[in-house]
């Protein structure tokens, strides 16, 4: 089993920062990929971003040059820089961990962009 606690999200002007932090605890294997997925009200879950334990990135394109996914291995933790936030940015962002056999999720942690 492998637990993830997520930061705090949080209510953020348009152009606003913000970091997410996902830090996985119980059997993590060495090998394994972490990430984000998001879900906006009304609408699927969508990917975010994601990086593989050898920090190989893959963005989403709406919020590729804005947001920035980086980990530490050593705490078992992710991170997910938010920069220059739009109002469609707004959703509730979901940590996940895979090690390619199981994926695990976090609770979900709400981003509220607006003004």
């Known amino acids: 089993q492998v637990q993830l606690v997520e930061s705090e999200g949080g209510l953020v002007q348009p152009g606003g920062a913000l970091r997410l932090s996902c830090a996985a605890s119980?059997?993590?294997?060495?090998?394994?990929?972490m990430g984000w997925y998001r879900q906006a009200p009304g609408k699927e879950r969508e990917l975010v971003a994601t990086?593989?334990?050898?920090?190989?990135?893959k963005y989403a394109d709406s919020v590729k040059d804005r947001f920035t996914i980086s980990r530490d291995n050593a705490k078992n933790t992710v991170y997910l820089q938010m920069v220059s936030l739009k109002p469609e940015d707004t959703a509730v962002y979901y940590c996940?961990?895979?090690?390619?056999?199981?994926?695990?999720w976090g609770e979900g942690t709400p981003v509220t962009v607006s003004s």
């Open positions: 119980g059997s993590i294997r060495s090998i394994n990929v």
């Open positions: 996940y961990y895979s090690n390619f056999v199981r994926t695990y």
């Open positions: 990086i593989t334990s050898s920090s190989n990135t």
